[in-house]
């Protein structure tokens, strides 16, 4: 079984490097992606558990990046596999994101400290040292301080982008972040695409060109089989990945034991889509 969206803790995930592989092999899975938010951190790690487990090891990045649909600026996760980690220009742009990211959570912090007893090292004692900072570890800070009960009841109040205490970050536009990655010898596959289009809305709302640029500008594949990629959708990406060739992947964005609902293996990908994957991407070797 093959599931290639990950999370560890040197993002917003529970478990170690270590950790998710061994409980990756546990739930069954064979080929494992590490996809941790702007960063590689975990690779290394990663790759050492899987020799000793076993299990296939396929290293990727979960890149957050922004794109532009008429005047609103929305966030959009481009999953790539396999770029070179040292390529100047993409690692430049990761270390960018995740700079932004501290100065922006702090700056949620202060915000939220106007109100409840929270402050940066609660954040700080969340965090292993080094990992991309998000709003998961603002909420674990607020569970610890009793302040909510878990992850998702944070995201559903004080943490929702709709909340006065929300502020949003930097990140590197998305054709862009697609064009490096190849640049870098990755493969882009955009992650769980469409999971934040409105409810009610129909098959001829689907924002057809912002699709068709993300494919000019060299996107390689979409992960369909994903929890929240809305139903209706999910005839539309396959037909549009046939019509341009492009790889479909599916994953389970597990993030941790009670992170999320997401279970590891609960979606997979395809063993040819994963050749597909292995035969374009020329910037790191998969541990296989
Ligand atoms: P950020 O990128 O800092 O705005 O935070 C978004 C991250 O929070 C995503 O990568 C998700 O993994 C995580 N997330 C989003 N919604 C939830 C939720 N309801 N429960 C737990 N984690 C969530
Ligand atoms: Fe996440
Ligand atoms: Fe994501
Ligand atoms: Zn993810």
Redesign the pocket.
Known sequence: MIDLHA?SNQ??GKDSPAELVRKAKAAGVTTLAITD?DTTAGWEEAINAARSERISLVPGI?V?TRAKIGLRSI?V?ILAYLPNPDHPALAQELAKTRTS?IG??KEMVSRLAADYPISWSDIQEQLKPGAT????AL?DALVAKGIVP???A???SILHKSSPYYV??YSVETELAIKLIREAGGVSVMAHPLIDFPAGKSELDLPTKHFEQMIAAGLNGFEVDHRSVPEFAKQWLRELALKHNLIVTGSS?Y?GDG??ENQLGENSTDPAQLQRILHQAWGFEAFL
């Open positions: 999370h993002s917003d938010h979960e957050s966030s996760h990211r922006r959570a900072v998000g709003r998961p909420a878990n992850r998702s944070a995201f559903e949003s970050d964005d993030h992170a999320k």
